[in-house]
């Protein structure tokens, strides 16, 4: 158990990020299952314009620290060969 004043504050203050990023996390998944329900219907349109909204918030995760950039980079490249492979057919 924390004993230090600065311990127990900084139990507080992970206890907000970890509310914070788990709420930015979320909100990356229904972004990736909205652009996978386009690709899954077969709706180029849609999942062109839901790859874009959801390429802006995995790169959001990115810069706010909930996802690792690579692990960002590969979601996202990922994302694009679906929507490629998606649209050639």
């Given at each position: ?73 590969r979601k996202v490249s ?12």
């Amino acid at each position: 158990m924390a004993n230090t004043p600065g311990a127990k504050k900084a139990v507080r203050k992970i206890a907000r990020r970890t509310e914070v990023n788990k709420s930015r996390r979320s909100r990356v998944r229904t972004y990736l299952r909205m652009f996978d329900e386009a690709v899954t219907a077969g709706d180029a349109d849609k999942a062109k314009a839901a790859f874009v909204e959801a390429q802006s918030e995995v790169m959001r995760a990115v810069s706010k620290g909930v996802l690792h950039k690579n692990t960002g980079s590969r979601k996202v490249s990922r994302l694009a060969a679906q929507l490629k492979k998606l649209s050639a057919a």
